[in-house]
């Protein structure tokens, strides 16, 4: 039993904090070093989300269970689903009607659990995630926190490079804790 995730691909202009409120946080004016900077604000996202223990980019994904029983709490969210689709016992691919499901969130809108309203659910195809969830996941709309933490990771990065002082990330941790999930 489980379950696997595609994270797919970011959605346009989807990172929280832009390229250019992290250079004017920084107070950086020039251009020359824009390719490492771009870099290092994408890490400071990917180092974020893995802090939070949930994705705050928003970015299309796919994600397959093994059994019914396995979708309750999402093991990635925010969720917003466009399909659950699941194989017959032939193997024919079955598009679940939206009114056989509903989606509670809870803890901040960041956990979610999907209530089936089927009195039964219909039998799987034997093989290897048979249900497949589609949607796009990540914040809509990024607590003023989260991109304080991001600014702050970047930031630091920026500043240090190779050198960081080993307690450096203590405050973008207090600002990212409230949202952590784990």
């Not at 004017?24 to 070093?33: K, Q, R």
């Not at 490492?36 to 180092?47: F, G, V, Y």
């Not at 994600?63 to 969210?77: H, K, R, T, V, Y």
């Not at 991001?150 to 050198?163: K, T, V």
């Amino acid at each position: 039993m489980g379950y696997y995730i595609d994270k797919g691909t970011f959605l346009p202009a989807a990172q929280p904090v832009s390229f250019d409120l992290a250079k004017a946080n920084s107070n950086i004016e020039t251009a020359e070093a824009d390719p490492l900077l771009k870099l290092k604000l994408d890490a400071a996202h990917i180092e974020a989300e893995n802090y939070l223990g949930r994705l705050i980019i928003q970015r299309n994904i796919v994600l397959g269970f093994d059994a019914w029983s396995e979708i309750n709490e999402l093991p990635i969210g925010p969720l917003t689903i466009s399909g659950i689709s699941y194989k017959d016992t032939a193997g024919d691919t079955v598009v679940l009607d939206p009114g056989n499901y509903k989606i509670n969130n809870t803890v901040n809108d960041m956990v979610q659990e999907v209530i089936f309203t089927l009195d039964d659910l219909p039998e799987l195809y034997d093989a290897r995630y048979p249900i497949t969830i589609t949607g796009i996941a990540g914040l809509k709309e990024t607590p003023a926190p989260i991109k304080e933490g991001i600014l702050l990771i970047f930031s630091a990065n920026e500043l240090y490079r190779e050198d960081m002082p080993l307690k450096m990330n203590r405050s973008s941790r207090a600002r990212l804790r409230p949202y952590r999930l784990r």
